[in-house]
């Protein structure tokens, strides 16, 4: 059975650009959650989503970060703009339902420069 | 509110020697507990669940079991292995409104 699949892995852009990330869920997976971590921490939620509703997006800067889920399979998490404190590992994770274990994908690694 | 309180790292063990890595949780109701391991470079897997009280999760060697009077889910191995070196991260689900609550997580130094 494939794993959550993100892409790109590694993405480096200059302050002020957008960027977007994209992620497959587990097939069948329900909940698809958007993570971010620093360097050294825990992840941090982003958004979660059960099915195509965002049911749990309070920690989403929305001012620069949108996220979709159209028809509750891939998801796309966006900033427009970058700012250097961007900079992180943006994971994206999807579970069966919203209680059961989640599952991640490898991430892809932001460098705003 | 709910929480996961891991014991700091890094915790640094010769190979072979037992390993434990504290948690403890804040939280109401009958939360599920889950311990992830995270490789350098990678994302976190999943290493093993306990749903219940009294349950026991293991794989890879990894044991945890759900404490429901004290409020723990301790991580143990009873011989590392230099391949073991990551951080790991215990996490609750709380069944309110199903948020994953995660620990700071500890970082464990395998040394040959």
């Known amino acids: 059975e494939a794993g959550v699949v993100q892409s790109p892995r590694y993405k480096i852009i200059e302050k002020k650009q957008p960027v977007a990330f994209w992620c497959n869920p587990i097939?069948?997976?329900?909940?698809l959650y958007w993570y971010l971590q620093n360097l050294g921490q825990g992840p941090e939620l982003l958004i979660r989503?059960?099915?195509?509703?965002?049911?749990?997006d309070s920690q989403l800067p929305k001012d620069r970060f949108s996220a979709e889920r159209l028809k509750g399979v891939d998801s796309t998490l966006k900033i427009q703009p970058a700012e250097l404190g961007d900079s992180a590992v943006y994971l994206c994770?999807?579970?069966?339902?919203?209680?059961?274990?989640?599952?991640f994908g490898q991430g892809t690694r932001l460098t705003v420069v | 509110g709910d929480s996961v309180t891991q014991m700091e790292g890094p915790v640094t063990l010769s190979e072979e020697a037992f390993l434990t890595i504290n948690c403890t949780y804040t939280?109401?109701?009958?939360?599920?507990l889950f311990w992830y391991v995270q490789y350098p470079g990678e994302g976190l897997q999943l290493l093993l669940k306990?749903?219940?009280a009294d349950d026991k999760g293991s794989n890879k060697g990894f044991e945890a079991t759900y404490r429901k009077e004290t409020t723990s889910f301790h991580l143990e191995k009873g011989s590392v292995q230099v391949s073991d070196s990551a951080v790991y991260f215990c996490?609750?689900?709380?069944?309110?409104?199903?948020?994953?609550?995660w620990g700071a997580g500890t970082k464990l130094i395998i040394k040959p």
């Open positions: 994770a999807s579970s069966l339902s919203g209680y059961a274990e989640a599952f």
């Open positions: 097939s069948g997976h329900n909940t």
């Open positions: 989503y059960e099915n195509e509703e965002a049911v749990d």
């Open positions: 939280a109401t109701g009958y939360p599920s």
């Open positions: 306990a749903t219940k």
């Open positions: 996490a609750l689900l709380t069944p309110s409104n199903y948020q994953l609550i």
